[in-house]
């Protein structure tokens, strides 16, 4: 960490960089050991630093699978709302509950395949493949404040947790 990265660090959050790792699960690792030593973990945070989007593709958006995606949300959003309705409905017998439930199901499921066909026919087919967005980051650091960081350091040293600087 550059002098300038740490000197913007402690003006404005008052914390300093004790440790860097390059995943996720070795800051946490680390944060997890100073509250195991009994550190006020409070006082801490994991920053992902050198952050990047990454976009998985899963594979072709085609016109059935738009549907079969949004009929399936579809389904379960109506048979949900479905059994909130017949819920508070007290009289009536649970077999009308049930077959409520199953009408939602199959509305919902129609009206979200539409939907999705109709969304992706609209969208003019200019991204024909379905993704994942993540966000990752090329390392982790813990700030701690920075009255309290060479308790910390001492502590991750000792628990052999140090990381980079």
Do not use: C, K
């Amino acid at each position: 960490m550059t002098q300038a990265e740490w000197t913007a660090d402690s003006r404005t959050t008052g914390q300093v960089v004790i440790a860097t790792y390059d995943n996720y699960a070795a800051a946490e690792r680390a944060v997890d050991h100073l509250s195991g030593q009994g550190f006020p973990v409070e006082r801490t945070a994991i920053a992902g630093r050198g952050l990047t989007l990454v976009e998985q593709v899963t594979g072709r958006m085609s016109l059935a699978r738009a549907a079969l995606q949004s009929g399936v949300s579809g389904a379960v959003m109506g048979a949900l709302l479905a059994w909130l309705f017949g819920f508070f409905n007290w009289v009536s017998p649970l077999m009308s509950l049930l077959l409520l439930v199953l009408y939602g199901l199959l509305f919902g499921a129609v009206a979200g395949a539409l939907m999705g066909m109709a969304g992706h026919v609209l969208s003019g087919r200019h991204r024909d493949f379905a993704s994942v967005s993540a966000m990752q980051a090329e390392r982790y650091q813990i700030l701690v404040e920075a009255d309290a960081a060479d308790e910390a350091m001492r502590l991750l040293e000792s628990g052999g947790l140090a990381g980079r600087a």
